[in-house]
């Protein structure tokens, strides 16, 4: 019998490949989901605005090194940072929620 004939949905498959909610790995799963989504919000916003990312960041007050980072998925964020590279840089609102 293989590792995946039992699973009947997503978050079965999340949680054999990457712990239950709560566990470390699975909050490192967590945490790199989010920084991905966050990083392809920017570029599309970033293209959609037809913005180089040096124009991002010297519209944001931040270094083009840092708007590549945060495309990429590397490092961490100073959410301060986030909103102003969003509602400055791009005109962009930015939310948040909290699940």
Do not use: C, P
Request: no cysteine; charged share 30%; hydrophobic share 35%.
């Amino acid at each position: 019998m293989g590792k995946y004939d039992n699973i009947k949905n997503f978050d079965e498959l999340i949680d054999l490949e990457h712990g239950k909610i709560g566990t470390e790995t699975r909050n490192k799963y967590e945490e790199n989901s989010q920084m991905f989504i966050i990083s392809e919000m920017l570029k599309e916003a970033r293209k959609d605005a037809n913005l180089t990312q040096e124009q991002l960041a010297e519209r944001a007050g931040t270094k083009k090194s840092y708007i590549s980072k945060i495309e990429n998925a590397k490092g961490n964020i100073q959410l301060s940072t986030l909103i102003r590279i969003f509602e400055i840089g791009l005109n962009k609102r930015v939310g948040l929620t909290f699940l």
